[in-house]
């Protein structure tokens, strides 16, 4: 058994490197994951409705960070971009905590009332542009164009 052990032991060394290098690979990865910064909406989805005659509608939405972040952007897209615009207001701040922080969304008909009716989707996007990454989670938002 032993002569064995002698024979296999190089091949034996750099399977257990192997194995110590991936452990400590899968560990920091796991702990950089835990630690990444996350934010909360309040509402999600949030909903805006209005009359297809006025043009547009409004709605404000609030959202917190986990841990803190700094120097945050949101990133606002339409599902149709040809037909309905949406905007937040503010569409950045200086930093991101535990306090909540309010923003108004606000979608615009870029077409005449008969062919804005319908339903729209967006999404918002938190970005911290100075790490280029996005911040989970995306806020939904339902657009809903009613004729009257």
Known sequence: MLRLVG????????????????????ASAGFAY????KATWVSAPLNITFPANTGSG?????????????????RVIVSNPLRMSLTATPSSFSFCGSASLAVRFTAHCLVSATL????????????EPGSYRDIPANEKIVITVTVT
């Open 7 to 26: 024979r296999f032991l190089p091949q034996i060394l750099v399977g257990l490197t192997i194995t110590g290098i991936m452990l400590v690979a899968y």
């Open 58 to 74: 409004s709605a404000p939405g609030s959202f917190t960070c986990s841990p803190s972040i700094s120097d945050i952007t949101l």
């Open 34 to 37: 835990a630690t990444s910064p």
């Open 116 to 127: 804005c009716k319908g339903t729209y989707q967006g999404l918002v996007q938190i970005r």
